[in-house]
T-cell receptor, first 114, second 111 residues
Framework: GAGVSQSPRYKVAKRGQDVALRCDPISGHVSLFWYQQALGQGPEFLTYFQNEAQLDKSGLPSDRFFAERPEGSVSTLKIQRTQQEDSAVYLC????????????FGSGTRLTVV | EDQVTQSPEALRLQEGESSSLNCSYTVSGLRGLFWYRQDPGKGPEFLFTLYSAGEEKEKERLKATLTKKESFLHITAPKPEDSATYLCAVQADTNAGKSTFGDGTTLTVKP
């Protein structure tokens, strides 16, 4: 497609439930990023892939968070045993190569944990 | 640790009233500074990348400038459709995959 596609657009999870958030980057984009954005704040880095290799996962808040990009295109962010503090918008972005280029972001998945 | 501080948090302007948004940063070796625009319910939209002090970039009514400690986003004769949150982000040359964002300036332009 023409842009970065994220699904679902909205997700409500009960505390303790596992969730999976999907990102379809722009075709051919080598780099893929996940960010977490709380209400009224800027995005915070979670993790970064170059093709299928996860080069940096230093921003993942705990071992309940896991991301993968097995074939170097679609990526999934998985959160196990969700907690209320996980409620946020999860943004995926991609770029054609060199991380110093600006990103193209998707519209995000709004996760609400109840 | 890289840090980005944006000011003001919110700015209300009349249509045609020019102003500037500030982004102060500390980074261990700047690889690039980025400006994004974010509309409610959407992801950030890339505007500019600046790489070195003294550099300027322009797009329609927007002009971004960069010094060694801060960047400005100048908005000339804004229109209501310029209303959005403007985000600044930096990348360090020691960690090319990570951008550190500020919390943004929410701009409202009244007709």
């Amino acid at each position: 497609g023409a842009g970065v596609s994220q699904s679902p657009r909205y997700k409500v999870a009960k505390r303790g439930q596992d969730v999976a958030l999907r990102c379809d980057p722009i075709s051919g984009h080598v780099s893929l990023f996940w960010y977490q954005q709380a209400l009224g704040q800027g995005p915070e880095f979670l993790t970064y892939f170059q093709n299928e290799a996860q080069l940096d996962k230093s921003g993942l808040p705990s071992d309940r968070f896991f991301a993968e990009r097995p074939e170097g295109s679609v990526s999934t962010l998985k959160i196990q045993r969700t907690q209320q503090e996980d409620s946020a918008v999860y943004l995926c972005a991609s770029s054609p190569g060199g991380a110093s280029l600006g990103y193209t972001f998707g519209s995000g998945t709004r996760l609400t944990v109840v | 640790e890289d840090q980005v501080t944006q000011s003001p948090e919110a700015l209300r302007l009349q249509e045609g009233e020019s102003s500037s948004l500030n982004c102060s940063y500390t980074v261990s070796g700047l690889r690039g500074l980025f400006w994004y625009r974010q509309d409610p319910g959407k992801g950030p939209e890339f505007l500019f990348t600046l790489y070195s002090a003294g550099e300027e970039k322009e797009k329609e009514r927007l002009k971004a400038t960069l010094t060694k400690k801060e960047s400005f986003l100048h908005i000339t004769a804004p229109k209501p459709e310029d209303s959005a949150t403007y985000l600044c982000a930096v990348q360090a040359d020691t960690n090319a995959g990570k951008s550190t964002f500020g919390d943004g300036t929410t701009l409202t332009v009244k007709p």
